[in-house]
């Protein structure tokens, strides 16, 4: 799989920013959270009261205030404050009440004042209730103070009995005793509790609007990043796939053989496609989200215990599902990999199938591939599908322990409600990213399946390769030379041909006789390097075939193999495969020599007539001709016919021969062809007789029916004494 990730390269700078963008992602959602929690606390419980530093008091209380106060305190309040005196209008808009008496108003509304204005104000809060009042056998406030005034000892009494009292509360508590007592001061003013506690939300709320929309739009945006960089990444690996399968020779084809090798360059490359377009999104923001969220959850030491156990579980859980399911991802692909065999072999064997009844016998085999595929999946699937049910389960259950033990500590007052709600949805954010983190284990091994495939292939070096330091093709038309040539099959035991030596002018025909499997094939596939000799060589001129490159060899081969191929397209494109420039003089020549022109020019579109895949809209024996015009097209110095002559009636067998010694006579190209008929190459400059790969005679028809006992054979099994002599 990391292989797979070189293929991002040319787009690092696509994946910089993806990295940025879930980065951005990642601040913004977990900045939601903490707005949340101040809405609840702050917003709704606190009134819209953030701070429990006044920020206007009644001059009163400013003043019964002072009486709790060192005189240090004193100054420093004092200078904190400004005092307003009563009717100043500039101030009635904000504290009505400033009307009726004078205020206090602090100069910096942002500054922390709380620790020195906390407690005395919190008793002098308490010293103003009537229940308080009562209990000290007072009348009113006035009353109170007036006797505090005349003996300091009580304030001191007072002091210390509110401080035994204090210290009994948490500093949550204390703050939001405060903060309620500051409501009652604030109202005193006359000021706007409902309006306060609205801009607050208003404020708050847009906020966390604000960043969900840009963190929706960070999402957005590295969602359509991460999957056009990894199509694109994938795109060039479809394409290096395949230029490396076109470069293999017929060894690495039956090695992976070619329902494997679409399947990887198909299925394959789609599953790797799938795990980095996640990768890039997820693999970055699940560890950064984790994190993140896991530094903001331990500042509540009490509850990450709990959460460590769940995180214990689930991971557990995760660990155990995978070791059962990752097996079988690499049976899924090989399951596709026969999926992929049958169902080519079936439909271009349809008509076989057919002629031999064999559906039912064609169908068991495909639904056995069938069944056995969907019962891997199924398993997979409901292993995997298994695990969301528990996590939810999970989920909500630790969402009610967190509320179970967040109520109390509520009720300790060592947390906020508000706070026990982002604490939820922190832990939420941290166990959804361990488990997207978990998922991400399992998808990377099951995409290094499919990786492993592919660079499988990308790694594979063809065995027939080009030459280090090729050498050119002399010139003009040389003459071929086998010299002591034999070939083995690679995995094959025993060699398929031995000791073949001839020659080939220019101009000349060589043809090559033989019965089946005698190795004709196998010996002309030799020259345009389909295969490599395996001892001996094959010259052109004076260069070994094996020292040029497989291109310059290739240019001047005209081929046509034993099974008529053309491509979808029409009749000319075809032609136009060996020569994208041939003119139409030249196709028409091509044509015309193949004996195809005549049932070419019967189509109703003539050159133009389409051809569909695989040819099959034609005949074989006008397959075998077009190949035959093809390969005309391309002006060649080799032409390779392979037993393509057979599929042709006696008579356009005859016409072609000759039309093709004519057109060679120009050219003074050299002719290979393989052939089962004698009248077929009666007439070649020198016929090659092959017997289990050897050579069992060389020289013209008159020399061979003389000497050659295998020749000899052929012969009288398939023309008269009489025949064969007029000839
Ligand atoms: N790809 C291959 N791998 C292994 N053995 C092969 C391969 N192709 C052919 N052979 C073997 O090599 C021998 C020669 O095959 P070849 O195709 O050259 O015969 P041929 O003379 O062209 O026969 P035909 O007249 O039927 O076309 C055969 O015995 C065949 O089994
Ligand atoms: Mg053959």
């Known amino acids: 799989m990391l292989k797979a990730l070189r293929y991002l390269k040319p787009f690092w700078l696509s994946v910089i920013a993806i990295i940025c963008l879930v980065f951005g992602q990642v601040q913004c959602e977990l900045a939601l959270p903490d707005y949340m929690s101040n809405i609840m ?38 200078s ?13 808009a904000k504290y009505p009440e400033a009307a009726n008496q004078d205020i206090y108003v602090v100069n910096d509304p942002k500054a922390d004042l709380s620790g ?5 104000f919190l008793i002098v809060s308490m010293l103003s209730q009537k229940d308080m009042l009562d209990q000290m056998g007072l009348s ?127 299925n394959d490359i789609q599953q790797v496609q799938q795990v980095l377009t996640m990768l890039l999104r997820i693999v970055l923001f699940a560890p950064f989200m984790g994190f993140t969220a896991l530094l903001k959850v331990i500042r509540y030491p009490s509850m990450v215990g709990l959460l460590g156990w769940v995180l214990l579980i689930i991971f557990a859980l995760l660990m155990i599902t995978f070791s059962v399911t990752l097996p079988k991802f690499k049976i899924i692909q090989k399951l596709v990999d026969r999926l992929n065999l049958v169902t080519r072999e079936q439909l271009s064997g349809m008509l076989v199938i057919r002629a031999f009844n064999n559906q039912k016998t064609e169908e068991k085999r495909f639904d056995g591939v069938n069944t056995d595929i969907t019962k891997v999946n199924i398993f997979v699937n409901r292993a995997m599908a298994s695990i969301m049910p528990v996590m939810q389960f999970l989920m909500s259950g630790i969402s009610i322990l967190i509320i179970w033990f967040g109520a109390k500590q509520i009720d300790l ?62 010139a003009g038309n040389r ?30 025909t060589v043809a090559f006789i033989g019965s089946t499997g005698s190795g004709k094939s196998t010996l002309i596939n030799l020259i345009p390097r389909f295969f490599d000799v395996t001892c001996g060589s094959i010259r052109y001129g004076d260069v070994d075939i094996h020292d040029v490159t497989m291109k310059d060899l290739r ?31 030249v196709i028409e020549n091509a044509l015309d020599v193949s004996q195809s022109k005549e049932f070419v020019d019967q189509m109703p579109d003539g050159v133009k007539e389409k051809i ?22 391309k002006n060649a110095q080799i032409y390779i016919f392979d037993d393509t002559f057979s599929a042709l009636d006696y008579k356009t067998d005859a016409q072609l021969r000759e039309a093709l010694a004519g057109m060679i006579a120009k050219t003074h190209s050299t002719v290979f062809i393989v052939a089962q008929r004698i009248s077929s190459i009666m007439h070649a400059d020198r016929i090659i007789v092959l017997d289990q790969g050897r050579i069992a005679g060389i020289g013209t028809h008159d020399e061979l029916i003389k000497n050659c006992r295998v020749y000899q054979e052929i012969a009288y099994s398939q023309l008269s004494r009489e025949e064969l002599k007029q000839a």
């Open 479 to 508: 003459t071929i030379t086998f010299d002591d040539v034999c070939f083995k099959y690679p995995n094959a035991e025993e060699n398929v041909l031995e000791h073949i030596s001839f020659h080939a002018d220019p101009g000349e």
């Open 413 to 474: 007052g060592a947390m906020q409600i508000g706070e026990m709600m982002a604490f939820l949805q922190y832990s939420m954010q941290v166990l959804i990213s361990f488990m997207v983190i978990a998922m991400i284990f399992i998808m990377i091994p099951r995409s290094s399946v499919s990786a492993q495939r592919i660079f499988q292939v990308l790694e594979t070096d063809p065995t027939i390769v080009d030459s280090k330091n090729p050498k050119s093709l002399p």
């Open 80 to 92: 904190s404050y400004s005092r307003i005196s009563m009717g100043d209008e500039s101030y009635l």
């Open 555 to 585: 240019s001047r081969i005209g081929y046509v193999p034993q099974k008529g191929v053309l491509f979808s397209g029409t009749i000319e494109s075809n032609l136009k495969y060996a020569d994208e420039n041939a003119s139409d003089a």
């Open 116 to 120: 020195l204005t906390e407690k005395p």
């Open 140 to 266: 009113s406030e006035d009353q109170l103070y007036a006797s505090l005034a005349a003996q300091p000892k009580m304030t001191e009494q007072i002091q210390s009995s509110a401080e035994e009292k204090i210290a009994g509360y948490t500093d949550a508590n204390l703050e939001a005793a405060e903060i309620m007592l500051l409501k009652n001061e604030y109202s005193a003013l006359g000021m706007n509790a409902d309006a306060m506690q609205s801009s607050y939300l208003w404020q708050e709320g847009g906020w966390m609007l604000l960043i969900t929309l840009l963190g929706s739009l960070c999402a957005a945006a590295a969602a359509y990043l991460s999957s056009r960089t990894a199509t694109g990444a994938c795109r060039n690996m479809r394409a290096d796939v395949f230029k490396k399968v076109e470069s293999f020779s017929s060894e690495e084809f039956s090695h992976f053989s070619t329902a494997s090798l679409i399947t990887r360059t198909t």
């Open 41 to 78: 606390t702050y917003g709704i419980q606190y009134g819209g009261i953030t701070s429990s530093t006044p920020t206007a008091l009644r001059s009163s209380t400013f003043e019964h205030m002072k009486l709790f106060m060192s005189e240090e305190d004193q100054s420093i309040l004092e």
């Open 612 to 633: 569909s895949e695989g040819g099959s809209n034609v005949s074989g024996g006008q397959k075998q001709r077009l190949s035959i015009a093809r390969a005309l097209t």
